[in-house]
């Protein structure tokens, strides 16, 4: 079965500062990959995807930068973290024979200070 | 692109009542609807899904119904229970990369 991975589960950080959240899936080839950002109390908003290794598509413009190194990883980052990239963080995957269905990880809550 | 909107945000219950939730969608190609729940701290599960060639679906206490005409889909849970309590989203694509969600809504069911 798939099972996807997100680390680290909490993260604080101070307002400038770097950022990297790092995303596996184990028991899949090939997926499509997915960061979504979820403020406080609210839906979530695609960041990026990607559909192959090296491949990444931006949804939204912003400081934060998405990297696809292998084809079952998937990182978000940033060189400087603002307040207002603070929210939980979650990452997706899809493909295969659930081609729409998208699964989500467990989430990072990023906290910026 | 896809807009969701999602009704009520939050919904509160007595155990055992029947709950609706209710979204709407303004993409006419979009043909993948999903439901997903959402515990504190937790990333979200996909509880169940309808997809555009299917009117209505079920799955033990829950069920979704899908109007292509009027653009609006539905969550209904019967007989709930307090571990129903999560935050529910709804969801609707027209291909694999563009999944647009509701705001959610709060379910809170009461013993």
């Known amino acids: 079965s798939q099972t996807i991975h997100q680390w680290p589960a909490t993260l604080v950080q101070p307002v400038g500062s770097p950022l990297s959240l790092e995303c596996t899936v184990e028991g899949t080839s090939n997926p499509n990959l997915y960061w979504y950002r979820q403020a406080a109390g609210r839906g979530l908003q695609l960041l990026f995807y990607?559909?192959?290794?090296?491949?990444i598509s931006s949804e939204v413009p912003q400081n934060l930068s998405a990297s696809r190194p292998q084809d079952r990883q998937f990182i978000l980052s940033s060189k400087k973290l603002l307040l207002s990239d603070s929210g939980f963080y979650l990452c997706?995957?899809?493909?295969?024979?659930?081609?729409?269905?998208?699964?989500f990880g467990p989430g990072t809550r990023l906290t910026v200070l | 692109g896809e807009n969701v909107e999602q009704h009520p945000s939050t919904l509160s219950v007595q155990e055992g009542d029947s709950a609706v939730i209710k979204c709407t969608y303004s993409?006419?190609?979009?043909?993948?609807f999903p439901w997903y729940k959402q515990e504190l701290g937790k990333g979200p599960q996909l509880i169940i899904d309808i997809r555009s060639n299917v009117g209505e679906k079920k799955d033990q206490r829950i069920a979704v119904t899908l109007n292509k005409t009027a653009k609006h889909f539905s969550l209904h849970i019967t007989e709930t229970q307090p571990e129903d309590s999560a935050v529910y989203f709804c969801a609707a694509s027209p291909n694999n990369n563009d999944m647009r969600f509701g705001a959610g809504t709060r379910l809170t069911v009461k013993p």
């Open positions: 993409d006419s190609a979009s043909n993948y």
């Open positions: 997706a995957w899809s493909g295969g024979a659930s081609y729409n269905e998208q699964f």
């Open positions: 990607s559909v192959g290794i090296g491949q």
